[in-house]
């Protein structure tokens, strides 16, 4: 198949991805309102395995006729191993959406046979594909993993830090300190091959404080965004993992001093006592980019139907 090979003008808002159950109705409608980037319509964790046929028609019909806007809608499926993966993905490459996000992915092998597979079903070609990075063996074979992009639909990675405390026998503390390894290892590689990368859930939805400091602890090691369990995360990971305005007001500034006539053609300038270089140029030009996209997803948002 032919793969994707242009870029969008402007990067697209991953700060918050919410997951919905895909055997809940009212929550996948709900979801069409909710300030969320993105949404995951879940067939996986969250669906009971008597329930996996209706959900499946329940999230085409909540997906029909691009229903959530221009927000992403991604569809995370059960694994091609197991009785229902095979049905989940026909119902994702038909059903109008933006990705797959699939389960338990270990290997550029497994990667490569979903492709395949979505193929198969009769998938476009811009079907993202997106795969959890939930087991040891994943992080042991993340440089492959993230490699299969380059033959592959692959766009993302999404952290399964749940699974990932289960596998490790870890102990989850405030600093996630179990999991640092497999956080910075995973957003490495994905930055390696031009890939997003999500970070992974919240569990305490009472506890404000504490997602905050794992959303600032996600940003500060480069992840995209944050995947989110209950539509009352949604604010704070927006507005963490969005550009502040401190950093855009000095963003705005580093464009504005590299565009000075006396500037152009030059590979390092003096800003306000501090050296600047081209490499922040490029930093200044992407923060401000994405604040530009947020800002026309969330009218857009806002626009009416």
């Not at 957003?187 to 997003?196: E, I, K, N, S, T």
């Amino acid at each position: 198949m032919t793969r994707r090979t242009d870029k969008p003008l402007l990067p697209r808002p991953r700060r918050s991805c919410l997951y919905v159950p895909g055997a809940n109705a009212r929550a996948l409608e709900k979801a069409k309102s909710l300030p969320a980037d993105a949404f995951i319509l879940d067939l996986e964790d969250a669906v009971a395995p008597e329930a996996k046929a209706d959900a499946r028609q329940a999230i085409r019909k909540a997906a029909h006729n691009r229903a959530y806007g221009a927000r992403d809608v991604v569809i995370r499926v059960n694994g091609l191993e197991t009785e229902w993966g095979q049905d989940d993905l026909e119902t994702a490459a038909s059903a109008g959406v933006d990705g797959v996000l699939a389960p338990k992915v270990a290997s550029g092998d497994d990667v490569c046979f979903i492709d395949q597979s979505l193929d198969d079903a009769g998938a476009s070609p811009e079907l993202g594909l997106w795969v959890m990075i939930e087991t040891p063996l994943a992080i042991l074979n993340i440089n492959e993993i993230v490699a299969a992009s380059t033959d592959t639909r692959l766009i993302g990675l999404v952290m399964g830090t749940n699974d990932l405390a289960k596998e490790f026998n870890a102990v989850p503390t405030p600093d996630r300190s179990a999991f640092m390894y497999s956080l910075s290892a995973a957003l490495v590689a994905a930055r390696a091959y031009g890939l997003a990368a999500i970070d992974g859930v919240y569990n305490d939805i009472r506890n404000e404080a504490g997602l905050s400091a794992e959303c600032e602890q996600g940003r500060a090691l480069g992840f995209d965004g944050k995947t989110l369990i209950h539509p009352s995360q949604i604010e704070t990971a927006n507005r963490i993992f969005s550009p502040g305005e401190a950093e855009l007001s000095h963003a705005k500034a580093v464009i504005e001093a590299f565009a000075l006539p006396e500037n152009r053609g030059k590979g390092v300038i003096s800003l306000n006592g501090q050296m600047v270089e081209l490499l922040h140029l490029e930093q200044a030009e992407r923060l401000v980019a994405m604040h530009d996209s947020i800002v026309q997803l969330e009218a857009s948002s806002r626009s009416p139907a």
